[in-house]
């Protein structure tokens, strides 16, 4: 149960197109992430889904059945959002009991699912406070804790990380992955930054504008981007991309290559450049490098250890085999 | 810094005189009012007897006993009562609708909803009281002047729900609709509890309206229905002699809400401000 399939959807707010006729496969028990620039619409993708936006054209289908007009609440769906979006006036436990006491559930039963959820989220200490009384860590676990009471057919999140401070943040992002190991139900995660895309999902859906990109595994999109817009998302740092006379000796129009396939030296290689900045993080030394043939400075992940002085002369060589060709259009093309 | 002090002593004793001065001459009015009630009608037209008169209960018996106060008090309270509740089972779903789910013509609604405000009573007492008399038989009921109090009110009232509404935030009239709730459960476990200053704000100030109306609870009564406005506009005596029983019928008409007002200063500042202060 939870496979949610979208027909043709679009949606315009007034004379405005958000998502042109779109369409997707969710499997049943899938974590797919929707990822993209601000604005290209993936909360209104989400939303959508949810019911909490009407599609202008096209259906939602959710186990097979069309629930297009169906309203939210009886689209059996979960949602966590970006503010939490908890109600302030009731208590933690009452928060999280409040979707099982709508379904009409019998109170001792509702006792023990809620006790239950607060033990996996660590809320037992917190059960009679107030969500203003609670750290955003803490809200953000009520409101979790709040979707999985009640056995949801999917799960939808809305950038639910966004406002905790970076530690914070991977420590939630392990947590949401467990959880969706345990239960194994559907969940769609929106966000906009890529690593939490590439580290949580197994599916990614990349959009731009409103429009699907690529739809692939991490690996698969970090290994074979379909054009240049996808091949600059995915990955961190992002791939190189260059045009003009370097590509044409590739026989390319573009082409990109990620700071982890280029090899640096300061004898030999293929394209001659100045040391900028070095950043180093211990495990890696990200190295920027100048190079004619490129506007941007090139990115180079180093090893750890590597000391370069600025402005020291060096040479870069790609790996060939790692090498991303594509078209005047930006789309990927192999030899 | 010198000008800073300067300034702020200035605003230490200008602000507060003039808070004074206002809250006086505001006051004074009333104050004459109860002060002439408690006088003989004799008394209560001399000036020179502004503080020297002997003080009697006379006024406020002979209301009781001959005018028939309780009568007036009670339709006050029934209709007042009344009219504000309905105003607010009509007003707060459809502030709702406007504040959550609004359409392109949202605005306009409002705005229309306004301007009937700007219409002058006095333009359509004729047909009213014509077709509620003759046409309907519902003049002079309690049922009219609950009617005719809800519909005067209802733009302030859903205005007032609307822009407390409009304060919270729309992710949580979401999150119930994901937890499962229909459109009356938003309302009731949602929006009810989370507005609830607001909506006492609006039902207090609605309830004193209603209180206060004049112009159709007299004009739309005789006896049955008639309320304490009506009460003191009978006892405007075209003579003008009766003064300390003119006096002890306002002050009994106006004290219920001036100490409702008492007690519900907070509420009523909020509801004032259409919640502008926190
Ligand atoms: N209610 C609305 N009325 C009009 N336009 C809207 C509305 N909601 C969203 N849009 C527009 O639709 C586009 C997509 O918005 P959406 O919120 O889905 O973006 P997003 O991908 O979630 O961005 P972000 O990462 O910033 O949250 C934006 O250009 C936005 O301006
Ligand atoms: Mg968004």
Redesign the pocket.
């Known amino acids: 149960m939870g496979s949610i399939k979208l027909k043709n959807v679009t949606k315009s707010?007034?004379d405005?197109e958000?998502i042109p006729p779109l369409n997707l496969d969710i499997e049943e028990g899938e974590f797919v992430v929707f990822v993209?620039?601000?604005?290209?619409?993936?909360?209104?993708?989400l939303?959508l889904i949810a019911g909490l936006e009407n599609t202008t054209s096209g259906e939602v289908i959710i186990d097979g059945e069309d629930v297009t007009e169906v309203t939210p609440s009886k689209r059996g769906l979960a949602m966590v959002f970006?503010t939490y979006a908890l109600y302030p006036h009731m208590t933690v436990r009452k928060n999280i009991a409040f979707p099982l006491r709508m379904s009409g559930m019998d109170p001792a039963e509702i006792d023990k699912r809620v006790a239950a959820a607060s033990t996996s989220l660590n809320l037992n200490d917190y059960l009679d406070r107030k969500p203003g009384q609670l750290s955003g860590g803490q809200r953000q676990r009520v409101a979790i804790g709040r979707a999985i009471v009640r056995d949801p057919l999917a799960f939808l999140f809305?950038?639910p990380l966004s406002n905790l401070d970076a530690a914070l943040r991977v420590g939630m992002r392990l947590e949401i992955s467990e959880m969706h190991k345990q239960m194994g139900t559907t969940m769609i995660y929106?966000t906009?930054d890529q690593v939490e895309a590439m580290t949580m999902a197994d599916k990614i859906v990349v959009?731009q504008s409103?429009r699907i990109e690529q739809v692939g595994s991490p690996l698969e999109l970090y290994n074979s981007p379909c054009n240049t817009f996808v091949a600059g998302f995915i990955g961190s740092p992002k791939m190189n991309l260059l045009s003009g006379k370097a590509a044409e000796k590739y026989n390319a129009h573009t082409i990109g290559v990620r700071p982890e396939h280029l090899s640096i030296s300061d004898v030999k290689g293929d394209w001659e450049g100045v040391v900028g900045v070095s950043e180093h993080l211990g495990s890696d030394t990200f190295v920027h490098v100048h190079f004619d043939g490129s506007s941007e400075p090139l990115t180079v992940r180093a090893d750890g250890d590597l000391e370069l002085e600025y402005g020291a002369k060096v040479y870069l060589t790609p790996d060939l085999k790692k090498l991303h060709r594509f078209d005047e259009n930006g789309r990927a093309f192999k030899l | 810094m010198a000008i800073v002090a300067e300034q702020s002593r200035f605003s230490r004793i200008f602000w507060p005189t003039l808070a004074w001065i206002t809250a006086i001459v505001v006051f004074f009015p009333i104050f004459w009012l109860v002060f002439t009630s408690f006088k003989t009608d004799a008394d209560a037209v001399k000036p020179e007897f502004l503080f020297k008169f002997t003080p009697t209960l006379e006024n406020y018996s002979n209301m009781v006993d001959n005018y028939d106060y309780w009568r007036f008090a009670g339709n006050s309270i029934i209709t007042s009562v009344f009219a504000t509740i309905f105003a607010l089972v009509v007003g707060v779903p459809c502030a709702y609708a406007m504040a959550f789910d609004p359409t392109r013509a949202t605005k306009d609604v409002l705005m229309w909803m306004l301007s009937t405000k700007m219409l002058p009573a006095a333009a359509v007492l004729y047909p009213m009281t014509f077709l509620t008399k003759n046409f309907l038989g519902i003049y002079d009921t309690k049922f009219l002047v609950i009617v005719v109090l809800m519909l005067v009110n209802l733009p302030i009232v859903i205005w007032m729900l609307f822009s407390y509404f409009k304060e919270i935030p729309k992710e949580i009239i979401e999150a119930g609709k994901m937890d499962g709730v229909d459109t009356w459960g938003e309302i009731k476990e949602i929006l009810i509890p989370l507005a609830w200053g607001g909506i006492a704000s609006t039902a207090l100030l609605t309830f004193i309206f209603c209180w206060n109306e004049a112009y159709w609870t007299v004009r739309l009564t005789t006896t049955d229905a008639a309320t304490l406005s009506s009460l003191i506009e009978g006892n405007r005596a075209p003579e003008g002699l009766f003064f300390g029983r003119l006096s002890a019928v306002s002050t009994a008409a106006i004290g219920p809400i001036v100490v409702l007002g008492w007690f519900c200063q907070k509420q009523l500042v909020r509801g004032l401000t259409f919640g502008a202060v926190k």
């Open positions: 707010f007034g405005t958000v993209g620039p601000s604005g290209c619409g993936k909360s209104t993708l939303r970006q809305d950038e929106v906009h959009l409103g």
